[in-house]
């Protein structure tokens, strides 16, 4: 392997990161004029829990994948929380990772349960949390759905919908036009790290 062809990954690797930054940037600045237009409305300094959807549709770390995708389907959404019998917060699953799970194992999602593939990293916020945090939460983190717990229990959660129907109440054309923005960098495909060349080969 030539010197040249041995550096492309690194090149890769350092363009997606440069992107992934990039994207970092642009949803921030989103979120900051969204803010900013909603300075001095009392709207967003109200507690997330004004406006977020309790009891959310939820699975448990035993469930079969298929089980996570029919609540998925059922539920109309990308990303379910999952807890324990007890309602302790301990993951999420999304439509990707079921798909992700199936492909790479080979194995039918009947035969797949959701806490080997889960997701155990997650980003939550508190009732009381104002709702301008929570959006804040989200461009950083880059997730339109943020469950929101109280003693590690799983009260509720706040999606982007929930956001935008709260910003269509303020009747503002720089507020809409800002919310636009977030949604258009929310949506925007990840930025893959590269895979070794090991996998690249195969």
């Known amino acids: 392997m030539s010197n040249h062809e041995s550096k492309a990954p690194e090149s890769k690797a350092h363009a997606a990161r ?7 940037k642009e949803l921030t600045n989103a979120v900051k004029d969204l803010l900013r237009d909603a300075q001095g409305k ?3 300094s109200h507690p997330v829990r004004s406006i977020m959807k309790e009891s959310p549709a939820t699975c448990s770390p035993s469930d079969s994948l298929r089980r996570a995708a029919e609540i998925l389907w059922q539920a109309d959404c990308g990303m379910v929380p999952v807890v324990e019998g007890d309602g302790r ?3 999420v699953i999304t439509d990707r ?9 080979g194995e039918p999602v009947s035969a797949i349960d959701v806490g080997s593939t889960m997701s155990k990293t997650v980003h939550t916020a508190k009732p009381d949390d104002s709702i301008d945090s929570v ?4 461009a950083e983190k880059q ?5 929101i717990v109280e003693n590690d229990r799983l009260v509720g959660i706040v999606a982007l919908a929930d956001l935008a129907r709260l910003v269509r109440t303020i009747e503002s054309v720089s507020a809409n036009r800002a919310l636009a923005q977030l949604v258009a960098a929310i949506s925007e ?4 790290a590269v ?5 690249a080969a195969e």
């Open 18 to 24: 440069e992107n992934a930054l990039h994207r970092v």
């Open 195 to 199: 895979p070794p060349a090991s996998q």
């Open 135 to 138: 959006a804040h939460l989200m």
């Open 189 to 192: 495909r990840r930025v893959e």
């Open 143 to 147: 997730t339109r759905r943020v469950p």
């Open 42 to 44: 009392s709207e967003f």
């Open 97 to 105: 990772d079921i798909c992700m799970a199936s492909f790479f194992t």
């Open 89 to 91: 917060l301990v993951g």
